[in-house]
């Protein structure tokens, strides 16, 4: 669970980052969980846009990533959020 200083810092570290993922209407498939795993052990914080025709909104696809990764919810403003969970290989964020 993140303290609300180590989300504060890592909202500010995100602010840079572009979506490396679209959710479309396809949804959240086995797959794309495969690929978001993947780029949270390479990258630990990545940014993800959930278009209009997924149908869902985008806390919807945060909190199912979430709970399919092992990830913690940064963020969610509009159309996008910001999921982090620290590598276990590759650790770069320092909380």
């Keep these: 669970m993140l303290t609300s200083k180590q989300r504060a810092k890592l909202r500010?570290?995100?602010n840079g980052l572009s979506p490396i993922f679209q959710v479309g209407k396809g949804g959240v498939t086995p797959a794309f969980v495969t690929q978001v795993n993947q780029a949270l052990?390479?990258?630990?914080l990545i940014k993800i846009t959930v278009l209009e025709s997924a149908g869902v909104s985008a806390q919807v696809v945060c909190e199912e990533l979430c709970t399919a990764c092992?990830?913690?919810a940064?963020?969610?403003i509009g159309g996008k959020?910001?999921?982090?969970r620290e590598?276990?290989?590759?650790?770069?964020i320092e909380l």
């Design 12 to 14: 500010g570290m995100a």
């Design 41 to 44: 052990e390479a990258r630990e």
């Design 70 to 72: 092992g990830a913690e």
């Design 74 to 76: 940064v963020m969610v």
């Design 81 to 84: 959020f910001v999921l982090y």
């Design 87 to 92: 590598s276990r290989e590759k650790k770069t």
